[in-house]
């Protein structure tokens, strides 16, 4: 068939024509996929971030994203209320009060669930939070006994959270385990550089790890002096270094800023009612005056101060008697109401044994007694029907003294 040129034209128009139609359609149908896809993608976007970013914030992780406050920005730590009021700025901030507590403790020994490695580190945020409503109503001063599991770092957030100041000893613990001591080590300095030192009462290199014969004395020493150094060269030579033992106190002693001491009347086997006087003695005897001829016999012109790190009544089970002392309910109210007020007036520093049962130290220690020193229960519930109530000062940020009684100088 013959075709004129106009005519061929024209059909080749409509080919090209019918091709460019065919390639925009796919084009389009392209475009169309490709605006699927990328919804789809945006969907699954939107919800991740929906669920991790409210953890994110909850959890201070993007307050350098956006001109938050970050604990490295302040190097001394944060600043919290002045007055008793339990209002702040952050998620937890607002609690109620409860009408038994009153902060009429000097410092409280406090472990939080789930701090033991050996269990599997199940400390949660939460949790310390919830721990530290009641404590911060009962006692201005806290005694940690290690930092594994980021206790150190719950307690010190928990704090910032709940924008509430308390004093903390942190102690770096020692058992014997060169990879233990180095991982709690290396967590301190991190805790140090989060959250500055005003929370910072004191640092114990070890609790009882002479007494258990975990380390020597020399090694010991070592530590201390080490962990001195570096707080000095960091700017923070005014924090208090020391270890929770006066065993080998002769070699120790020099090194130490303060002398502390485990001092349990339930183990003197002694009855509760004799248990406040067996203490104070105790400590005057034992503890304070050895530190003080020690002092004078090495030329040591200040007189270092001594506390009690621990003294307590475990409440169970009541067939494990030591000599005249029975666990029970009653005979731990019976010391509540005997020591705390009184220790507050005669000034004697001391760490109340402890802040709720454990549990799991029946199965670390193979000692039943052990799991049951609190005042509250595993579940916080309060174990007495009545606290005592001499109220002390809030905590001070960068407070580290200590006061010392009367009877230690007559």
């Given at each position: 068939m013959n075709m004129s040129e106009d005519e061929l034209q024209k059909v080749v128009d409509q080919t090209i024509g019918s091709e460019e139609t065919a390639q925009e359609k796919k084009r389009t149908k392209r475009c169309g996929w490709g605006i699927k896809v990328t919804a789809i993608v945006v969907l699954i976007l939107l919800g991740v971030l929906a669920g991790v970013l409210p953890f994110l914030f909850k959890n201070h992780y993007l307050d350098f994203v956006f001109g938050g406050d970050t604990s490295n920005n302040r190097p001394t730590g944060w600043q919290g209320n002045d007055t008793d009021s339990n209002e702040g700025h952050h998620n937890n901030s607002s609690y109620d009060l409860d009408p038994r507590l009153t902060r009429s403790f000097w410092g409280i020994d406090y472990t939080p669930n789930g701090a033991q490695m050996e269990y599997g580190c199940s400390i949660s945020q939460d949790d310390v939070v919830e721990d530290l409503k009641l404590l911060h109503q009962l006692t201005p001063r806290l005694r940690l006994y290690g930092l594994d599991c980021g206790q150190g770092y719950y307690v010190m957030n928990g704090m910032k959270t709940l924008n509430i100041d308390m004093g903390v000893i942190l102690t770096i613990w020692v058992d014997g385990n060169a990879t233990t001591y180095e991982r709690q080590y290396n967590a301190f300095w991190k805790l140090l550089d989060q959250f500055g030192a005003d929370h910072i009462s004191g640092v114990s290199v070890g609790n009882e790890a002479l007494y258990r014969e975990q380390i020597k004395p020399a090694e010991l020493i070592e530590r201390i002096r080490n962990v001195k150094s570096n707080l000095k060269e960091r700017g923070y030579d005014?924090?208090?270094?020391?270890?929770?033992?006066?065993?080998?106190?002769?070699?120790?002693?020099?090194?130490?800023?303060?002398?502390?001491?485990?001092?349990?009347?339930?183990?003197?086997?002694?009855?509760?009612?004799?248990?406040?006087?067996?203490?104070?003695?105790?400590?005057?005897?034992?503890?304070?005056?050895?530190?003080?001829?020690?002092?004078?016999?090495?030329?040591?012109?200040?007189?270092?101060?001594?506390?009690?790190?621990?003294?307590?009544?475990?409440?169970?089970?009541?067939?494990?008697?030591?000599?005249?002392?029975?666990?029970?309910?009653?005979?731990?109210?019976?010391?509540?109401?005997?020591?705390?007020?009184?220790?507050?007036?005669?000034?004697?520093?001391?760490?109340?044994?402890?802040?709720?049962?454990?549990?799991?130290?029946?199965?670390?220690?193979?000692?039943?007694?052990?799991?049951?020193?609190?005042?509250?229960?595993?579940?916080?519930?309060?174990?007495?029907?009545?606290?005592?109530?001499?109220?002390?000062?809030?905590?001070?940020?960068?407070?580290?003294?200590?006061?010392?009684?009367?009877?230690?100088?007559?």
């Open positions: 005014h924090i208090p270094v020391y270890t929770t033992d006066i065993r080998s106190l002769p070699d120790i002693m020099p090194e130490e800023d303060q002398v502390l001491d485990n001092v349990h009347p339930f183990f003197a086997g002694v009855t509760v009612d004799q248990a406040p006087s067996w203490t104070w003695k105790y400590f005057k005897d034992v503890v304070i005056v050895p530190t003080i001829r020690l002092a004078r016999s090495k030329g040591i012109d200040q007189v270092k101060p001594a506390l009690i790190s621990e003294v307590g009544w475990p409440t169970a089970p009541e067939s494990r008697v030591y000599q005249g002392a029975v666990p029970s309910l009653k005979n731990l109210e019976k010391l509540l109401f005997s020591f705390v007020c009184q220790s507050n007036q005669k000034g004697v520093p001391y760490y109340w044994f402890e802040f709720k049962d454990a549990p799991w130290k029946n199965a670390t220690f193979g000692e039943p007694r052990e799991a049951f020193w609190g005042l509250f229960d595993k579940d916080r519930q309060l174990k007495v029907p009545r606290l005592p109530n001499c109220p002390l000062p809030l905590f001070k940020n960068g407070d580290v003294s200590v006061p010392q009684p009367g009877f230690a100088f007559q």
